[in-house]
């Protein structure tokens, strides 16, 4: 009874919204959007506004093309009185540039120019003739004819989004955006079914057919019942049908229309999702300085269980697995694989070696060259072509399997039975409730074992033959002998313009190459502990730009040693790692020539103005995680780099983090001692305690500082300018007390991202503190440290750490 009273509550407060919506779109039928009203993109017209301010329709910003290099922007619709401006409608097929423009024209049509003046979109109003237009407080921007009568509205073309006043008919759909900045179409879609089921379908791209089973219905099919899907003024979303029949799709309160704005969205990674938003000037925005959209229910609420397809990657991309964090599906990628688009990890993994070829003498053909990844409770369901099983298979048997058959990618071992799985592996798992084992084969210490391919002997015999058989040899052998004389003349004559030589693959380059490189040292990038960094770009190929670093070195550094170090450092080779180029050793000139990195360092990032969001966050820590494993146990001779800081951490043009400075350390490690000396009240900066104890320097002084780095990737504040300010605490003892009174908030500051994926952010501080234990032995290896980062180990609860008054 309880329950069909505040039905009919809901459903008078829904009748009294219909009529004052139906008397506010009388009101407005006079709109003030004459015929003849124009919008430019990028110039200074205001965009057109809803009566009470809450919709504006306009242009929004793109992020820039890097194809033309140009501002690029969408005709759009978006709430307008909030801080985080919301699209809810856009047209993502008609991107423009600067210039372009929105126009009523005098004719009645709305028309979209592009900069050059071409049409690039119409609204078909079939032969009505428009006499005005308005943007309506629903959110709903119409084209009214002289009669007042809507001939065209945004509401019949939703996007991704629907609001309070909008229906979807039968065999409308919403459409999911490629990713949270990339309007263009995703991979999921919302359909309201002819049979009058409400559908959530994965999709190819581009054709958007439909990629296996729906992953959630309502199961409402009746085919006859003439249903649509309506989210009424009063915050609830349900199926009606003709007999006004209701089916919920809401199950939960979404608070009063007065304090709260609504929307239902299909969101890039696939669920439905209800949102709330406060009001301004409300009473529930009371004490709130940045309100921010709240998920209010997630349909379903675990994507990575339910989109499971013999076709189609599943949640995530190829060769990614999918873990459900607080209902979000997060896309990770096994050891020896990396993202396809680190902005969008959707898209998958990719190997970071050589897919196996099956050739005789590929690294695959060698078990010394092979080695397995394991993943406890992950499976990749539908791409198994073999299945072994039987008493005698355990889990070594099920890997020499795979290790014997070359087109093993990974295999799963569950008790007595193993399946063989080929490239790509889709449908990626990995939950509690898997009881499995992915075994991932990689190239051991993931080194890419690159080898000729060896040539059919039959075919080069038959050549030789029919050669020797006729006059075609003869010219042959005389062409053979033109093309090596041209070689060795042209050699000699490189060899005459080019006096640098190239040792163990690293460019030796002169102090003059580099001077000239640099225009006299001109332009300066950066200056850390070892030295300054310098912009440069060598002449013979300008299109390349090269971070030159020039050291301070002492003079009694020897040629040999430094020449020996410097191969050592060449000798690495990781994704995470800025690759060296080359170096110069010329009396006591000592310089170092590193790939240029675009979007300079990590401080630069995390410490601006606007906050990177907390996914590139999450995708950076895991990155330097990674490289900082390589130095410690993956290389051949173990890399202590002694100076992890965001400064030391270079992000590429897809904002991939790559550790810089490595191995210097060891060439000038007095200068190591004197940057330790620091008198900053309340923290050491990323410094270990046992430099100031003058103990052993082993490799978990590099977790120390990973530690107070990711403190500051979880904060994006600086521990240096925080115990600078007015703080009576170090950022790490700070920390650690929203960390023990369960106000992991405050370190986000609300950041709606992150406030989604609290068990993530709860996960990176409690590794942090773990990281920056006042003993070693407590801290973990940089091993362990990435797989607690990326949920394949538990973390515990970690102790508090030492104040540094102690220490």
Not at 641 to 657: G, R
Not at 753 to 781: F, H, T, Y
Request: some cysteine.
């Amino acid at each position: 009874m309880a329950f069909r009273a505040k039905r009919f509550r809901l459903f008078l407060l829904s009748l009294v919204f219909s009529l004052l919506s139906a008397i506010l779109a009388v009101g407005q039928s006079n709109c003030s959007i004459n015929l003849g009203a124009v919008l430019t993109a990028g110039g200074n017209s205001r965009p057109w506004i809803s009566p009470a301010g809450d919709f504006a329709f306009g242009f929004q910003p793109l992020p820039r093309s890097l194809s033309t290099n140009q501002d690029r922007f969408l005709l759009a619709i978006w709430y307008d009185k909030i801080p985080e401006p919301t699209v809810v409608w856009f047209l993502n097929d008609h991107p423009v540039q600067e210039g372009s423009r929105i126009q009523l024209t005098n004719e009645g049509q709305l028309i979209l120019y592009n900069s050059q003046g071409q049409q690039e979109w119409k609204a078909e109003t079939g032969n009505e003739r428009t006499a005005c237009a308005a943007m309506l407080d629903s959110g709903n921007f119409v084209l009214i004819s002289g009669a007042s009568i809507y001939i065209w509205e945004s509401f019949r073309l939703p996007t991704d989004t629907i609001l309070p006043g909008q229906r979807l008919s039968k065999n409308g759909r919403l459409i999911s955006r490629r990713s949270d900045t990339d309007y263009a179409d995703g991979r999921f879609q919302l359909r309201m079914q002819l049979d009058g089921n409400l559908v959530l379908y994965p999709v190819f791209l581009p054709t958007q057919a439909v990629a296996g089973k729906a992953y959630w219905a309502s199961m409402t099919n009746r085919p006859d019942a003439d249903s649509e899907l309506v989210f009424d003024e009063a915050g609830l979303i349900y199926i009606e049908d003709r007999n006004k029949n209701i089916f919920n799709v809401t199950e939960r309160d979404m608070g009063s229309r007065q304090d709260f704005y609504y929307m239902a969205r299909i969101d890039y990674d696939g669920p439905l999702r209800l949102y709330n938003h406060p009001r301004r000037n409300s009473t529930a925005d009371a004490g709130r300085s940045t309100p921010a959209w709240s998920v209010v229910q997630t349909t379903p609420e675990d994507m990575c269980g339910r989109v499971l397809a013999e076709l189609g990657s599943g949640a995530c991309g190829y060769n990614s697995y999918c873990v459900n964090s607080n209902g979000r599906p997060n896309c990770l990628c096994p050891q020896g694989y990396s993202l396809v688009d680190p902005l969008d990890k959707s898209q998958g993994c990719k190997p970071d070696f050589q897919l196996p070829s099956c050739q005789q003498n590929g690294w695959e053909s060698s078990i010394d060259s092979v080695e397995f990844k394991e993943l406890n409770n992950t499976d990749w369901p539908f791409t198994d072509y073999e299945h072994q099983t039987g008493p005698e298979v355990d889990k070594q048997k099920c890997k020499e399997f795979c290790l014997r058959d070359c087109f093993c990618a990974a295999a799963i071992y569950n008790g007595n039975d193993c399946w063989k799985k080929r490239f790509p592996l889709s449908n990626g798992r990995q939950s509690t409730d898997v009881n499995r084992i992915a075994l991932i084969k990689v190239p051991r210490n993931n080194q890419t074992i690159l080898c000729p391919k060896r040539k059919d002997q039959s075919t080069l015999v038959l050549v030789v033959s029919i050669l020797l058989g006729s006059s075609v040899f003869f010219n042959f052998l005389l062409l053979i002998a033109i093309s090596v004389a041209i070689f060795f003349v042209y050699r000699k004559k490189m060899l005459n313009l080019q006096p640098a030589s190239t040792l163990y693959g690293i460019r030796r380059y002169t102090y003059k190459e580099l001077e000239e490189a640099t225009e006299g040292f001109k332009q300066q990038l950066g200056r850390g502990s070892f030295g300054t960094v310098y912009k440069g770009v060598i002449p013979s190929n300008p299109m390349r730009y090269l971070a030159i670093k020039k050291l301070d070195m002492a003079e009694k550094q020897g040629e040999n040693e430094f020449t020996t170090e410097v191969i050592a450092i060449g000798q690495t080779h990781h994704k995470n790692l800025v690759n060296l180029l080359g170096y110069c050793d010329e009396g006591t000139n000592r310089l170092l020539v590193y790939e240029y990195m675009s979007n300079g360092s990590l401080a630069s990032l995390l410490f601006s103005t606007s906050k990177p969001r907390w996914s590139q966050r999450l995708q950076i820590a895991f990155g330097i995680a990674r490289g900082l494993t390589y130095l410690h146990e993956e290389c051949s001779t173990q890399i202590i780099h002694c100076d992890v800081k965001p400064q030391n951490i270079l992000l590429d043009e897809y904002l991939v983090p790559k550790i810089s400075d490595f191995g210097l350390a060891k060439l000038l490690l007095s200068e190591q001692s004197r940057a330790a000396r620091t008198h900053i009240r309340g923290t050491v900066g990323y410094f270990a305690p046992e430099w100031f104890r003058k103990a052993s320097i082993t490799a978990k002084v590099d977790v120390y500082s990973f530690g107070v780095m990711l403190l500051e990737i979880v904060c994006c504040m600086s521990s240096v300018k925080f115990a600078m300010g007015d703080q009576e605490e170090a950022l790490i003892d700070w920390v650690y007390d929203c960390y023990s009174q369960e106000k992991l908030g405050m370190l986000v500051e609300d950041e709606e991202e992150a406030m989604n994926d609290m068990k993530g952010v709860a996960r990176l501080v409690m590794v942090a503190i773990w990281c920056i234990q006042e003993d070693p032995s407590l801290r973990p290896s940089m091993r362990r440290v990435t797989q607690m980062l990326e949920g394949v180990a538990e973390v515990s609860d970690p102790p508090r750490p030492s104040p540094f008054g102690s220490s």
